[in-house]
């Protein structure tokens, strides 16, 4: 695969790298439906 060419996971990385160097905070991914959410 020529170098240029980038995985999802490294353009994924690349982009919040991008960010984090901008001295924004990288927070972890969490599920958008709460655990145990009793109306679903």
Known sequence: ????????HELRRA???FFVKRRHTEVPSAPLVPKGDPTL
Do not use: G, L, V, Y
């Open 15 to 17: 982009f919040i790298d």
């Open 1 to 8: 695969m020529p170098s240029n060419i980038k995985t999802a």
